[in-house]
T-cell receptor, first 115, second 117 residues
Framework: KAGVTQTPRYLIKTRGQQVTLSCSPI?????VSWYQQTPGQGLQFLFE???????NKGNFPGRFSGRQFSNSRSEMNVSTLELGDSALYLC??????????????FGDGTRLSIL | AQKVTQAQTEISVVEKEDVTLDCVYE???????LFWYKQPPSGELVFLIR??????QNEISGRYSWNFQKSTSSFNFTITASQVVDSAVYFC??????????????FGRGTSLIVHP
């Protein structure tokens, strides 16, 4: 069974630009969550999508947005990039039928660097 | 609010030593789930174990064992006879009940385990 696939693995952007990250979940998983991991803040929850609807949202500004398609693939967009957005962005999928009480399966992440 | 504390930022051991990673949690929910994940250098978090709040039995899986104690709100993880391949960052996480309460998972800051040959 293929795992969670995130593309691209690495991205370099400059301040003010926008970026779109992609995540393909494990087949059959309907929940996709996004996390931001930084040395300073650790692993922070961004949002979760389930059946194309945002089901949960963390405490991030509106510059961070996402969407989910009918095939459960998800994209995350960050607009007007700031230096502090430099981080590893992780995507995780799960069946989603029992919320976060089911194990999540993570991708390798996208490392975003802002210059 | 939920909180997960992993007080050990980094642990360094020599191969074959036993090592325990501590996890202390706070929650007002009576039903909750606890998790441990491993993050090797490649970046992908790997699920290790899930425990619900009603099951306090300890669990052993090969060289890994987990000790869950509600009385002290702790869910500690022990690796017996550590190996170099165990080198990774380990995260403890907490999630709330299916309905109501704190729903979003809370992760600890992680413990970096370095196993020297």
């Amino acid at each position: 069974k293929a795992g969670v696939t995130q593309t691209p693995r690495y991205l370099i952007k400059t301040r003010g630009q926008q970026v779109t990250l992609s995540c393909s979940p494990i087949s059959g998983h309907r929940s996709v969550s996004w996390y931001q991991q930084t040395p300073g803040q650790g692993l922070q929850f961004l949002f979760e999508y389930f059946s194309e609807t945002q089901r949960n949202k963390g405490n991030f500004p509106g510059r961070f947005s996402g969407r989910q398609f009918s095939n459960s693939r998800s994209e995350m967009n960050v607009s007007t990039l700031e230096l502090g957005d430099s981080a590893l962005y992780l995507c995780a999928s799960s069946l989603g039928t029992a919320g976060f009480n089911q194990p999540q399966h993570f991708g390798d992440g996208t490392r975003l660097s802002i210059l | 609010a939920q909180k997960v504390t992993q007080a050990q930022t980094e642990i360094s051991v020599v191969e074959k030593e036993d090592v325990t990673l501590d996890c202390v949690y706070e929650t007002r929910d009576t039903t909750y789930y606890l998790f441990w994940y491993k993050q090797p250098p490649s970046g992908e978090l790997v699920f290790l174990i899930r425990r619900n709040s009603f099951d306090e039995q300890n669990e052993i899986s090969g060289r890994y064992s987990w000790n869950f104690q509600k009385s002290t709100s702790s869910f500690n993880f022990t690796i017996t006879a550590s190996q170099v391949v165990d080198s990774a960052v380990y995260f403890c996480a907490l999630s709330g009940p299916l309905s109501g309460g704190s729903y979003i998972p809370t992760f600890g800051r992680g413990t970096s385990l370095i196993v020297h040959p």
